[in-house]
C-alpha cells in the first residue's frame, strides 16, 4: 500500500510539541457519556479478564486494547468507543490481567506480545453477541497485541474481523526501550516503572513465595529495562529484557497481515524512533497502511475545538470505507 498522507489538523495552541501533545491529554482529558457494563470472564489458566461494554444493540463493534498501565478508563479508549457508539457501532473494552483495578489471581502479569489473552477475549465476544463484524483497535501496547495477532494468523484471521487499527505503536521495543532511557524522557520511563513497581509489591503480599518485591531493592530497579529484566521477562518466559523486547516486536509480524490494518505513529511521537516507522514494509504490503502525521504525540493527536482525537476520527473514517 502507497503511505498514507495525513490529513491537517491544529493541536490545541498550549500543545506546541510532542510532549505536551501526549502528556496534557493523558492527564487532563475527560471524556463523558460512555456508560460501561462490567463482565468478568475466567481464563483457561485459572486468571481472569473483566471486560467493559458499551452495548448499543449494534451488529458491529470495535474493540479495544489499551495501553501499557492503561485500562479501558483511559480516555483514548472511551473517546474511540463514544465516537464509534454514536455511530452505530457497539464498543468494548478489555483490560489486561492486573488493570481493572482489581489484582490478578496468577504471579503473573501481562505484556506487548500477549496475544492468547487478546484472542480469548475476541472468541468470547464473538460467542456472546455474533456481531456481523468486528473492529479491532489498540493504542500503543494495545497496538503491538493488535498488529501481532493480525500477522500470527494471516489468513487464519476470523471471517468476523474485517479491519484493524493500531495507534501510537512501539514496534521496536528494543530501540524505545533505549530512547525511553534517555535524560529527557526518564518522565516517562519512571512513570510506567511506578506503577508497575506498585504492583508487584501488592502482588507479592498476596502470594509471599511466588513473588517477591525484594528485588527492587536489591537490583536497586529504577526503569523499565530493570524492571522487565527482573520481572516482565523471567514472569512471562523470556530469558531476559532483552530477549523479550525482540520476540515481543510487532515488528516481527507486519508481512504477515492479510486484512486490512492502519497504523498511525506521528512523527513527534516521544516513545518512538527508526523502526517504528515501518516504511518499506508497507509500501510492499497489500494490507499495511502506515500514516505519520507531523504532529499529536503518543496517545495524544487533540485537535484544536474538538471534542474527537484526530486519531479517533481516523479509526471510524479507515472502519467504514
Known amino acids: ?39 468478568r470472564i475466567e481464563t483457561p489458566d485459572g486468571d481472569f479478564l473483566d471486560i467493559d461494554w458499551s452495548d448499543k444493540g449494534n451488529r458491529k463493534a470495535v474493540l479495544v ?10 480516555h483514548y479508549v472511551k473517546g474511540v468507543i463514544r465516537l464509534f457508539n454514536k455511530n452505530g457501532w457497539d464498543g468494548i473494552g478489555w483490560n489486561c490481567r492486573s488493570c ?14 500477549d496475544t492468547p489473552d487478546l484472542s480469548f477475549v475476541i472468541d468470547h465476544v464473538l460467542s456472546k453477541k455474533k456481531y456481523e463484524e468486528l473492529l479491532l483497535i489498540g493504542f500503543s501496547m494495545g497496538g503491538s497485541l493488535t498488529l501481532k495477532y493480525f500477522g500470527e ?26 530512547e525511553l532511557e534517555k535524560k529527557g524522557k526518564m518522565f516517562y520511563n519512571k512513570r510506567f516503572f511506578n506503577k508497575l513497581s506498585e504492583k508487584v509489591k501488592a502482588k507479592a503480599e498476596l502470594m509471599p513465595g511466588k513473588i517477591s518485591a525484594e528485588p527492587l531493592v536489591r537490583y536497586n530497579i529504577t526503569s523499565l529495562r530493570k524492571f522487565d529484566q527482573n520481572y516482565t521477562a523471567p514472569l512471562h518466559g523470556y530469558k531476559s529484557a532483552e530477549d523479550f523486547y525482540d520476540r515481543a516486536s ?64 481516523r479509526a471510524l473514517e479507515f472502519a467504514e470505507n
Open 153 to 178: 494468523r494471516g489468513e487464519k484471521v476470523r471471517s468476523e474481523i474485517k479491519k484493524g487499527i493500531a495507534l501510537s505503536v512501539p514496534c521496536d521495543l528494543t530501540d524505545c526501550s533505549i
Open 250 to 313: 510487532s515488528k516481527h509480524h507486519l508481512t504477515g497481515i492479510r486484512k486490512p490494518v492502519l497504523l498511525i505513529n506521528a512523527l513527534n511521537d516521544p516513545f518512538l524512533v527508526g523502526k517504528c516507522y515501518p516504511i518499506e514494509i508497507a509500501i510492499k504490503s497489500d494490507f499495511l497502511d502506515l500514516e505519520m502525521p507531523e504532529n499529536g504525540g503518543h496517545v495524544g493527536f487533540e485537535i484544536r475545538g474538538k471534542n474527537e482525537t484526530y486519531s479517533e476520527l
Open 65 to 74: 486494547s489499551h495501553g501499557l498501565e492503561g485500562s479501558t478508563n483511559r
Open 100 to 113: 481493572s483495578g482489581e489484582m490478578n489471581r496468577l504471579p503473573r502479569f501481562y505484556h506487548h506480545a
Open 1 to 39: 500500500m502507497p503511505i498514507v498522507k495525513s490529513q491537517a489538523f491544529h493541536s490545541p495552541l498550549i500543545q506546541f510539541n510532542g510532549h505536551l501533545q501526549t502528556i496534557i491529554p493523558s492527564f487532563f482529558r475527560e471524556v463523558k457519556n460512555v456508560n460501561y457494563s462490567r463482565e
